[in-house]
């Protein structure tokens, strides 16, 4: 059974900055890509970041320059770094893993970005 944890969110003013810990049960190089995804209230989740096994990564318009996603896979976790927090990146930050044609998900993290 595959289990993601995520930790490091909380509150910060704008222009701050947090680092999210995304630590899987298994090995991350067994998946084929792993992200960081977010959902604020009343929108669709969004991608935010993207890392596949090959180190390719993806991020969304709204956060390249800000964010970096960055794995340790001795320590079997993903990380995702912002900087210059701004109020509309408020969400709930969710990993994302992807094994052959599943997706596995974290139970959340909340980031609120004060003004």
């Known amino acids: 059974q595959v289990q993601l944890v995520e930790s490091g969110g909380g509150l910060v003013q704008a222009g701050g900055s947090l680092r999210l810990s995304c630590a899987a049960s298994?090995?991350?190089?067994?998946?084929?890509?792993m992200g960081w995804y977010r959902q604020a209230p009343g929108k669709q989740r969004e991608l935010v970041a993207a890392v596949t096994s090959g180190g390719s990564t993806n991020y969304a318009g709204s956060v390249k320059g800000r964010f970096t996603i960055s794995r340790d896979s001795a320590k079997s976790t993903v990380y995702l770094q912002m900087n210059s927090l701004k109020p509309e990146d408020t969400a709930v930050y969710y990993c994302?893993?992807?094994?052959?044609?599943?997706?596995?998900w974290g139970q959340g993290t909340q980031v609120t970005v004060s003004s």
């Open positions: 994302n893993a992807k094994l052959r044609l599943l997706d596995y």
């Open positions: 298994i090995s991350i190089s067994s998946f084929n890509a």
